[in-house]
């Protein structure tokens, strides 16, 4: 448990690298959400309580990187990792397009949480690398599932 | 099954408790320094795997394509962006003799302070949120609360740090607030962040002369910042007669996507009091 804990926390580390340097150096307004299709792939792969334990040690490392109110990044991981687990029982998680649409929404609604929460006034110019950032981040989900599927394989064998 | 949702619904409300416990300790932005070793981890880690780039990069650059010109040139760089910021502070209290005072007030306060370079190392995982993490920490003289420059104009603040690296507040961040003043007609006001590309100025009365145009610098009011230093032009103003203060919106001097040749304003002890 603690050898997939860890590897999967590395596996965020090096999305954190992708998030915040790569993916900005390429157009400076891109935001592209790894973890999100991680918290979908722990859900499928890993036990409630490992991946409970994942999220909010991903999440926490992943506040280091923002100005974000300290736990509110928690919060946004928790509450998708409670709403999709919730959600297995009725949709079927394991399909890729699901997952592509599950993680665009919920990439969809945390920007629109901090837009409403913040007061902000958003431009249409400034929706679009967004509206990218939420399509980018459904497409890299089911990668992210595999990596996660991968990752709990390799340990078992 | 019925234990199993149990223990859930247990889990849950424990990782909530966390997460409620840190929100509610959230106004203590200072708790974000206990997220430093994440950052230097993240600095380490960024060096070694840009290592093989960056001297493959140094190889080409400095010696075999240009010995000495290359490294003479950043350094008239370097020099030419010390000399704009320098300028820009000069600029800032030009003019009538009480602004010339406190220019000499500002070289005297401030005549030795210091401009240490630093460079983009990481952005904000939020596009909402508008902080940068920088390659200069504690070993480097960067401190809580410096302020952060570049030769346009104000960049933010160090509202984090660690020995390599340094959380820097854009300006544009909706928690960034800086005491302003328009350098035309001395009106005063703050400046806040909006999450976008723009800033307000707020707290002006609708009965100042305001216009588009103008344009605002820091008024080193609070004692954070050093004054004069150019935050932008006014690019918009909406009066209403009903309302006390007008609504005005900054075009911020510096590109924040592209900052490029920033520098922390090291004071000496007895001014960052």
């Not at chain 2, 493959?56 to 030419?80: C, F, H, I």
Request: with cysteine; aromatic share 8%.
């Amino acid at each position: 448990m603690l050898k997939t804990l860890s590897s999967l926390l590395g596996i965020t580390f090096l999305a954190a690298f992708i998030e915040t340097v790569l993916l900005p150096g390429l157009w400076s307004p891109l935001r592209v959400d790894l973890l999100l299709g991680m918290v979908i792939g722990v859900i499928i792969h890993l036990g409630f309580s490992q991946g409970l334990l994942f999220v909010l040690a991903s999440s926490l490392l992943l506040q280091a990187f923002s100005g974000a109110r300290p736990g509110l990044i928690p919060l946004f991981y928790l509450f998708t990792f409670v709403t999709v687990d919730i959600l297995k029982d009725v949709i079927y998680l394991e399909n890729i397009m699901t997952q592509v649409i599950l993680a665009a929404v919920f990439s969809v609604i945390a920007a629109c949480a901090l837009v409403l929460f913040m007061d902000i006034g958003l431009k249409p110019e400034e929706v679009i690398p967004l509206a990218v950032g939420s399509v980018l981040t459904g497409c890299a989900s089911p990668v992210m599932v595999a990596l996660v599927g991968r990752v709990k394989r390799a340990y078992e064998a | 099954m019925e234990r199993g949702g149990t223990n859930k619904i247990i889990l849950v409300v424990i990782a909530s408790a966390i997460v409620i416990v840190l929100l509610s300790l959230g106004q203590y932005r200072s708790l974000s320094s206990g997220l430093n070793p994440v950052r230097e981890g993240f600095y380490i880690a960024e060096r070694v795997v840009t290592a093989p780039f960056r001297f493959a990069a140094t190889l080409w650059t400095d010696y075999l394509a240009l010995v000495n010109v290359r490294r003479e040139n950043k350094e008239l760089v370097r020099e030419l962006q010390r000399l704009r910021f320098q300028h820009m502070a000069m600029q800032g209290l030009e003019g009538e003799n009480e602004r010339l005072r406190a220019m000499l007030d500002f070289k005297s306060e401030h005549g030795d302070y210091q401009l240490l370079p630093a460079t983009l190392l990481a952005q904000d995982i939020s596009v909402i949120f508008r902080t940068v993490i920088i390659d200069r920490g504690t070993t480097h003289g960067f401190a809580v609360n410096m302020p952060v420059v570049s030769p346009l104009g104000l960049v933010g603040r160090v509202m984090a740090v660690s020995p390599h690296t340094a959380q820097v507040l854009l300006i544009t961040d909706p928690n960034s607030a800086v005491p302003a003043v328009i350098e035309e007609t001395q009106v005063k006001g703050i400046v806040k962040g909006t999450g976008t590309n723009v800033l307000s100025l707020e707290y002006v009365r609708s009965t100042e002369l305001v216009e588009v145009g103008n344009m605002v610098v820091s008024s080193g009011l609070e004692g954070r910042f050093p004054k004069g230093l150019r935050i932008g032009r006014i690019s918009e103003v909406g009066k209403d007669p009903r309302k006390i203060f007008v609504r005005i919106m900054i075009s911020p001097s510096v590109e924040m996507s592209k900052l490029e040749g920033i520098f922390g304003v090291g004071f000496r002890a007895e001014d960052s009091q």
